[in-house]
């Protein structure tokens, strides 16, 4: 029987890779994944010689049917994105609902992700949070923020360095200077970093400074 696995991979820390994701990886017939050069060194990394497929955000659409019928043909097809699991903020979801669909089973392995770790290592409430993902870029961003600030839960936004700023003021504008949050980035690497405090403070200490990594954003929710 023909099935989809989907594979968390490390958000920076190697470690992070399960003993059954590896296992898997070594497993497969063949690998689609967002970035093959990403994906090669990873597998070269734990002596896994597979052969893999480019499946990203600029082809998902066009070679889904493609896919979907390669891993009809096989036993075994691990999908990868080039850190985390693949569908949360990364491709995947097309191809996952495709082989729902066709009676094909997909399997997802639990794993690494950046969203969780931010979440509790925030110090905000985590029992119930509504995760957003990346915003949008320009239309449906201020109408997304506002209906965010208005949330009960704890929320979780993905942003990348050079919009952390422009991102800390428009919630300033809407949750207030004073709601508190999270910033984390480089989360499991050398140059891990976890700043809290209210909007204006957070604000206050990346002013200035030359911002690198992925960003993890959590906001308490409205009181």
Same mark, same amino acid.
């Given at each position: ?10 958000? /920076? ?10 296992? %898997?990886? /070594? ?13 090669? *060194?990873?597998? #070269?990394?734990? *002596? ?5 497929? @480019?499946?990203?955000?600029? *082809?998902?659409?066009?070679? %889904? ?35 729902? #669909?066709? /009676? ?5 392995? @639990? /794993? ?67 709601? #508190?949050l999270s910033v984390s980035r480089e989360l499991t690497k050398i140059h891990e970093e976890t700043v809290r405090g209210s909007v204006e ?18 906001? #308490?929710?409205?009181?």
């Open positions: 029987m023909s099935k989809l696995y989907v594979i968390p991979t490390p958000i /920076g820390n190697l470690e992070d890779m399960t003993l059954r994701g590896i296992r %898997l990886l /070594g497993e497969a017939d063949c690998i689609l994944s967002e970035d093959t050069r990403t994906t090669r *060194n990873l597998l #070269q990394h734990f *002596n896994i010689e597979k052969p893999c497929l @480019p499946y990203h955000k600029f *082809n998902e659409h066009a070679q %889904l049917e493609r896919y979907v019928e390669l891993v009809q043909m096989h036993e075994s097809v691990a999908l990868v994105s080039d850190a985390g699991t693949p569908g949360i903020s990364d491709p995947g979801f097309l191809l996952v609902r495709a082989c729902v #669909q066709r /009676g094909i089973v997909v399997e997802c392995l @639990p /794993g690494a992700t950046a969203m969780v770790p931010a979440l509790v290592n925030s110090g905000l409430p985590c029992d119930r949070f509504y995760f957003y993902g990346f915003l949008p870029h320009k239309k449906g961003r201020q109408t997304a923020l506002t209906n965010l600030s208005q949330l009960e839960e704890t929320f979780v936004l993905y942003e990348s360095p050079h919009r952390l700023l422009k991102t800390l003021e428009q919630l300033r504008e809407c949750c207030g200077a004073e709601r #508190q403070e957070v604000m206050a200490y990346f002013s200035g400074k030359n911002i690198k990594g992925e960003i993890v954003i959590v906001v #308490q929710g409205k009181e």
